[in-house]
């Protein structure tokens, strides 16, 4: 059995890829100290990427994700072949669009190109692992490691494996991702779309229900959320939410309350027609009458300023957690 590289042994990491996930990843691997080496075949990329980093390095050092004065350029270099850029590195991070057909070629490559001990890791929101490792040689090291949007400041990162991913390898993941200030978890079994975009799907089905069928607008119901559940649920998670809303029995106590109404709720919850075009029309009306005129980008700098003072109370409570 190979012995795979532990998180202390990772100093290179290469990211294959550099949308806006991928940049993330460069922005996050080059603040936790490590050199980084970008392949991305898509003309600018590497530019964009210094950019992405040169706009997140503030935020992070504020974070204690990185630190001020560090000459990361010189740990950053951007390869126009996929086998020089995994050249000497500890740990690969995969993100490149999410198509089967692409992510299977890609690692078909990284399976002949890598060193058998070092880890193969995907960003992919919602494929299988085991879709993409069949038949690979080294199909026992490729891992499932999905962040969430912005990369350098969300801290949640899923990792799993496939049916051929050997478990030595999915806890090597963990490990590492953790020393990077990253809060990872577990997933136990393979489903399409992991565990927190199968999540927000959830929500975001209803959500449009509720919009197409008239009952509230867009704006409302991001309202609803932002002010109500939402608030618990970025300091506790919906399980404990729920286990300390049903007294002091907590979940033991809030099921046999609450059971009948939620199932009641879930009797009549159906699939809205998203595919339609004029339902998105009329998403799409009533987002931009919710923006009331601010900008895409003025929106996600407020987003992003909010996230900080979140993250930096989370930081600073770590009992709470």
């Known amino acids: 059995m190979t012995a795979y590289r532990d998180k202390d042994s990772i100093h290179t990491v290469a990211t294959i890829g550099a949308g806006v996930i991928g940049a993330g990843w460069v922005a996050a691997f080059l603040g936790s100290g490590r050199a980084v080496r970008l392949h991305d075949p898509v003309a600018g990329s590497g530019e964009r990427a210094r950019a992405h980093v040169a706009g997140a390095w503030d935020q992070m050092v504020e974070l204690g994700l990185a630190r001020a004065g560090d000459r990361w350029e010189s740990r950053f270099s951007v390869h126009d072949r996929l086998e020089d850029a995994v050249e000497g590195a500890d740990f690969v991070q995969e993100s490149t669009p999410e198509r089967t057909d692409l992510k299977q070629a ?12 070092v880890l193969i890791a995907s960003s992919t929101s919602s494929l299988p692992i085991t879709e993409l490792q069949m038949g690979l040689a080294s199909a026992a090291r490729f891992v499932l490691g999905h962040p969430f949007n912005p990369v350098h400041l969300i801290p949640l990162v899923e990792v799993g494996g496939g049916t051929a991913t050997m478990p030595e390898a999915v806890d090597i993941a963990l490990a590492f991702y953790a020393a990077m200030g990253k809060q990872p978890i577990r997933l136990q079994r393979e489903i399409f779309g992991h565990i927190g975009n199968r999540l927000t799907s959830a929500m975001f089905r209803e959500a449009v229900r509720l919009v197409a069928e008239g009952y509230a607008s867009v ?103």
């Open 106 to 117: 890609l690692f078909a490559d990284l399976d002949r190109l890598v060193p058998a001990d």
């Open 219 to 321: 704006g409302d119901i991001d309202r609803a959320i932002r002010y109500g559940p939402a608030l618990k649920w970025a300091i506790q998670g919906q399980f404990t939410t729920f286990h300390t809303s049903g007294g002091a029995g907590g979940l033991a106590e809030f099921l046999p309350k609450f059971v009948p109404g939620i199932i009641r709720r879930w009797s009549t919850m159906t699939d809205p027609a998203l595919a339609d075009e004029a339902l998105q029309a009329k998403l799409v009306a009533q987002m931009l009458d919710a923006a009331e005129g601010r900008s895409v980008e003025d929106i996600a700098a407020h987003q992003d300023e909010k996230l900080m003072e979140m993250l930096k109370l989370l930081r600073d409570r770590p009992a709470e957690e």
